[in-house]
């Protein structure tokens, strides 16, 4: 079944970019799926600069990593570019799939739940190919990767690293952690969790301090990461990547509507107050970090699911693909569905938002029947639904952990 899902997820995107050439273009133009940081308009654009000589990051239009401009070079001399494009994306997809199928294989060892109760039946997990079809047919991330968004490489390489931690592969975790960080940043602050469920399945989780091992793939992620920056210098030719990618991921700088919090907030804000409330943002998605890793270290998988959701909901530039990924996490918990309290109103509330802020964004930018405030009105709901779903999901863990769910009247104090 999940050769037959991942030829379904394939061949569908296949169709699309085939007989539907201009999708990815006009689902560009959508900020709700494509962001300065993952837009395959801008990806173009750099690749033409590349290939012209000329440093794409001279500029303020391309904030992505040199790996892609390298990997599109590289695989555009064998076959034409727009072939080459549609390959990776495609390889894209089904590498994110067949990670999160082979994690589901060892969720049921790694995600061990406390039931007071003997008796007490844990509902079993969904099968490998489920969780499969369920990112490949994801709508959101099914968007994401219509119309080309590089945010489809960034879950990738997360998804292949928590397939590579659940099954102990320590240098293959930290390459593939390190990968991720090249390409979006925040994937860094997954390194204390991703050791955490290592050191869980690495099979000898008590001759080794959790402490020292966390340590030591944090340090080996680093020099990966060093390394491929390395890397990426040698294909961009100079060091100006740093400022175009991460500085502006870290600052935010460009102000292009997003479903975020932060740019209708720093466009009305004095040019004075940016660097602090900047570093104030910025600090406020790391500090989730260390609670999170702290609370679940015996959930480390549960615990990356959380901070996915949270960097999705605070990162500078969120789109549908960040949001996508988080959702594609939660079924792996499904013994604590039946606990969740809130599960209609968030789901109506991301749906009515979903609908809306297309609808608001093209009355406010091509009818002049709206403003800024209509679109950015309809952020707030969709951070409303995304807060309540991770508050929902960290109360009904916290619920599983304290009695099983067995207590109906159990509150929250």
């Not at 990806?43 to 440093?55: F, R």
């Not at 999705?312 to 969120?318: D, G, M, R, S």
């Amino acid at each position: 079944m999940e050769v037959a899902t991942l030829a379904c997820g394939a061949i569908a995107r296949i169709v699309v970019y085939h007989l539907f050439p201009s999708v990815p273009a006009t689902l560009d133009g959508h900020v709700e799926i494509s962001t300065p940081v993952t837009s395959f308009k801008r990806l173009q654009e750099g690749l033409y600069l590349y290939k012209q000589g000329i440093d794409p990051y001279d500029g303020g239009i391309f904030h992505q990593s040199p790996l892609l401009l390298g990997a599109v070079s590289a695989v555009s001399k064998i076959v034409p570019e727009t072939i080459a494009i549609n390959i990776l994306y495609v390889l894209a997809d089904l590498t994110a799939a067949w990670a999160l199928a082979q994690t589901a294989q060892r969720a049921a060892t790694t995600i061990k739940y406390v039931f007071k109760k003997k008796d007490t039946k844990e509902p079993l997990p969904f099968a490998p190919w489920i969780i499969a079809a369920i990112y490949l047919f994801n709508p959101l991330l099914f968007l994401s990767s219509a119309a080309k968004s590089t945010a489809v490489f960034n879950n990738a390489a997360i998804c292949y690293t928590l397939a590579a931690a659940t099954h102990g592969h320590f240098l293959t975790a930290a390459a593939s952690l390190a990968l991720a960080t090249n390409l979006s940043y925040y994937p860094i602050y997954l390194a204390p969790l991703v050791s955490l469920l290592l050191h869980g399945n690495s099979g000898t989780p008590l001759r080794t301090n959790k402490a020292q091992y966390g340590f030591r793939f944090c340090l080996l992620s680093a020099s990966y990461t060093a390394a491929i920056l390395l890397l990426s210098q040698a294909i961009a030719g100079s060091w100006n990547f740093l400022g175009a990618v991460y500085g502006t991921i870290l600052t935010g700088r460009d102000l292009t509507p997003n479903i975020g919090l932060w740019w209708y907030f720093f466009t009305e804000m004095f040019d004075f107050f940016q660097p602090f409330f900047t570093g104030v943002f910025q600090i406020h998605v790391f500090l989730y970090a260390a609670p999170i890793t702290l609370r679940f270290s015996s959930f480390p998988l549960f615990a990356i699911t959380l901070y996915l959701g949270l960097v999705a909901l605070f990162k500078a530039y969120p789109d549908t693909a960040d949001v996508g990924i988080f959702f594609s996490l939660v079924p792996f918990f499904r013994p604590l569905f039946p606990l969740l309290r809130y599960p209609i109103p968030a789901f109506l509330a991301l749906l009515y938002s979903s609908v809306l802020l297309p609808t608001f964004f093209h009355m406010w930018i091509y009818l002049g029947s709206g403003n800024a405030n209509f679109f950015y009105a309809i952020t707030l709901v969709y951070a409303l639904g995304m807060t309540v779903c991770i508050s929902d999901l960290t109360w009904a863990m916290l619920r599983l952990e304290h009695d099983g769910g067995e207590d109906p009247n159990l509150s929250q104090i």
